[in-house]
C-alpha cells in the first residue's frame, strides 16, 4: 500500500492542512485557506439499499469496492463512511469497516475507536450532564425544574440496564431524579459533530441544546450553564475528518458516527464539502434502507449542507430479499416487494437508481438471473457486485453503470417542505417512503407538543427514528406491507443539531446486547494483535 503522505500529495492536501494519527490515518483541516479555496464540484452519491436483515445487507462492503473500482481506472473519488459505534462491534452487527477483500485500513482500529472522536463527543456529552446536576445541588440559581431535564447520559456500549435510573441518592448529592442513558450515536453532541461546519458554528450548536425548562416556564439551554466553550474544546479534534485508504489505495474519509434508524445516519457535511472539493466523485453511505438513512440524506442533511445527490445505488442481496420473502423458500416475490419500493423511494428523490446485487458464494444463478430480470423489468441499471470476495476488480460493472448514472441533469429534492406543519412532514414520510396511510400521535407526544419543550424545533426536519428491520415501525413485518400507521411515541428536540425526532413504536436509544455477543469472539492476541473482529 502506498503511504498516505503520497496519498495526500496526490489530492494536493497542503502539507499544513493535515497531522498524521500513526501511519495509515491522518486528520485534514477542512477549513484550510488553500482547501477551501477550491470548488465543491464533487458529484455526490448516496450509497444506499433495501429493508436490512439484522447482520446488513453490505452496503459498506459495496462502497468501498466501487471506490477501489473507480480508483483503479483513474477516476478521481472518494468515498465518505461513519465512524463505528463500538455498541454494535460487540453486538449482533459487527463493525462498520467492510469485510474480505473491501475493507477501509486499518481494519481493527477503525472497528475500535481509531482517533477516538466517538470518545470525545461521549465526554462532552456526560460533561453538560454533569454540569446540569452540578447547578441543581449548588443553589440552581437558574431556578430549573429537576422534572423538566431531559438531557440524558451517553456511552458507546449497548446496555439495557442503563434506559431508565435515577440519580441523585444519597445525602449531598443533588435532587433525587430520574433520567437515563443513550448509545452515543443517538447523542445530539454526534449529530451536531457531524452538522457543523466550522468551530464556531460547532460551539453555537452546542449552546443551543435544550436541557429544560424554569419553573416559571423558561426554556433552558446549555448556553445557560455556560457548557458549550468547554464542550467544544473537548471536541477541538473531533471535528477534524480522518483520512485512510482502502486495500487498493482509494481514499476514504471516516468522520462522525450517528445511527441511521436513531439519528440521520451518515458521515459529516465537513467530510463531504471535504471530498467534494478534492474529488470528482464522492460515494456517501447513509445508514439503513431509503427509508430511513437515505430519506434523512436528502430532506435532512444535503439542504443543511448546501448539495444534493446526483445518483443513488441501492444496494441488495438474494439473501436479503429471502428474509424478506415469507412466501417459502421458492418465492422472492416479497422479498422483491421491498427492493421495488426502495427503488420507488429513489425516483422519488427525483434520481434514478442503480441496483448493486451483492453477491455472496452460495447465491444460485437462478435467484441472481431472477433479481436481474425484475430490475430490467423496471428499467433500472442493475450489476452484480462480488466486492468482499474480489475488491475492486469485483465491482467493476457496478463502477461502469454508477459513472453512467452520473449524466449531470439529475439532482435529488426533499419530500416535503421545511416550512409544512409537523403532522404534515410526518405523514409525507410515511406515506412516501414506507407506503404506510399515516401517523397517530400518542397522549405522550400530544403532551410533549403543548409543554413548550419543543419552541421552535417543529418548524425543523423532522428526523423518524424507528427499526430499520421492516418499512413499518413493528420489525416482524416484513417484505411490502401495505395499509398500516405508525405511532409517533415521543418528541425530542434536538434544537442544536437543527431538527425534531420522531420516536416511532418501540424504538430504544439505548440498545441491548443479544444472547451471543460479537464482544465474545473478540480477543487479544499474546503479540498484542486484536483478533475476532468483523
Not at 452540578?134 to 423538566?148: I, K, M, V
Not at 466523485?281 to 434523512?296: Q, R
Not at 435529488?412 to 410526518?426: E, N
Not at 419543550?453 to 421492516?470: I, N, Q, R, Y
Amino acid at each position: 500500500m502506498a503511504p498516505l503522505e503520497d496519498l495526500l500529495e496526490k489530492l494536493a492536501v497542503p502539507i499544513d492542512a493535515w497531522e498524521p494519527f500513526g501511519r495509515r490515518v491522518a486528520k485534514v483541516d477542512p477549513n484550510h485557506p488553500r482547501i477551501l479555496d477550491r470548488p465543491r464540484k464533487g458529484k455526490v452519491v448516496l450509497i444506499t439499499g433495501m429493508t436490512p436483515t439484522g447482520h446488513g445487507v453490505g452496503k459498506t462492503v459495496t462502497m468501498l469496492s466501487l471506490a477501489s473500482a473507480l480508483h483503479r481506472r483513474g477516476t478521481n473519488v472518494i468515498a465518505c463512511l461513519r465512524q463505528p459505534s463500538m455498541g454494535p462491534v460487540f453486538g449482533i452487527k459487527g463493525g462498520g469497516a467492510g469485510g474480505g477483500r473491501a475493507t477501509v485500513e486499518p481494519f481493527v482500529e477503525v472497528n475500535l475507536g481509531l482517533t477516538g472522536d466517538l470518545d470525545s463527543v461521549t465526554n462532552a456529552h456526560n460533561l453538560l450532564a454533569a454540569l446540569i446536576d452540578n447547578h441543581l445541588h449548588h443553589g440552581n440559581a437558574l431556578n430549573l425544574d429537576p422534572e423538566t431535564v431531559s438531557w440524558p447520559r451517553a456511552l458507546d456500549v449497548e446496555d439495557r440496564a442503563l434506559r431508565h435510573l435515577q440519580v441523585g441518592l444519597g445525602p449531598g448529592n443533588g435532587p433525587p431524579r430520574t433520567t437515563s442513558f443513550v448509545i452515543t450515536p443517538a447523542s445530539e453532541v454526534t449529530a451536531i459533530l457531524g452538522l457543523a461546519e466550522s468551530p464556531t458554528d460547532l460551539t453555537d450548536r452546542l449552546g443551543r441544546i435544550l436541557i429544560g425548562k424554569s419553573r416559571a416556564g423558561r426554556i433552558l439551554r446549555a448556553s445557560d450553564l455556560r457548557a458549550e466553550g468547554a464542550m467544544a474544546a473537548i471536541l477541538r479534534k473531533a471535528i477534524r475528518p480522518n483520512l485512510l485508504t482502502t486495500p487498493e489505495g482509494a481514499p476514504v474519509l471516516v468522520h462522525g458516527g450517528p445511527f441511521g434508524n436513531l439519528s440521520y445516519g451518515t458521515t459529516t457535511l465537513r467530510s463531504i464539502h471535504l471530498a467534494q472539493r478534492l474529488a470528482d466523485v464522492v460515494l456517501v453511505e447513509a445508514g439503513f434502507g431509503t427509508d430511513l438513512g437515505g430519506e434523512k440524506f436528502v430532506d435532512l442533511v444535503a439542504p443543511q449542507g448546501d448539495f444534493a445527490p446526483a445518483a443513488a445505488v441501492v444496494v441488495a442481496s438474494v439473501p436479503g430479499i429471502r428474509a424478506h420473502s415469507a412466501g417459502g423458500p421458492d418465492s422472492l416475490a416479497p422479498g422483491l416487494e421491498n427492493l421495488e419500493k426502495h427503488l420507488e423511494n429513489v425516483r422519488s428523490f427525483g434520481l434514478e437508481p442503480v441496483v448493486a446485487l451483492n453477491q455472496f458464494p452460495d447465491d444460485s444463478e437462478g435467484d441472481l438471473k431472477a433479481v436481474a430480470d425484475f430490475c430490467a423489468d423496471r428499467r433500472v441499471a442493475a450489476a452484480r457486485s462480488l466486492g468482499f470476495a474480489e475488491g475492486g476488480e469485483g465491482a467493476e460493472a457496478l463502477g461502469e453503470v454508477t459513472l453512467q448514472s452520473l449524466d449531470g441533469r439529475r439532482r435529488s429534492r426533499p419530500i416535503y417542505q421545511i416550512t409544512d406543519p409537523l403532522p404534515d412532514k410526518i405523514d409525507a414520510v410515511v406515506r412516501g417512503m414506507y407506503g404506510g396511510e399515516g401517523a397517530e400521535f400518542s397522549p405522550e407526544a400530544m403532551e410533549e407538543r403543548s409543554s413548550g419543550l419543543l419552541e421552535g424545533t417543529e418548524k425543523f426536519p423532522v428526523c423518524l427514528a424507528k427499526t430499520p428491520l421492516s418499512l413499518t415501525d413493528d420489525p416482524k413485518r416484513l417484505g411490502r406491507p401495505r395499509g398500516f400507521r405508525v405511532q409517533v411515541k415521543s418528541l425530542v428536540p434536538a434544537a442544536g443539531a437543527g431538527y425534531l425526532v420522531a420516536l416511532l413504536g418501540k424504538i430504544e436509544t439505548m440498545p441491548g446486547l443479544p444472547g451471543e455477543p460479537k464482544a465474545f469472539e473478540i480477543r487479544l492476541g499474546a503479540d498484542g494483535t486484536v483478533v475476532g473482529v468483523s
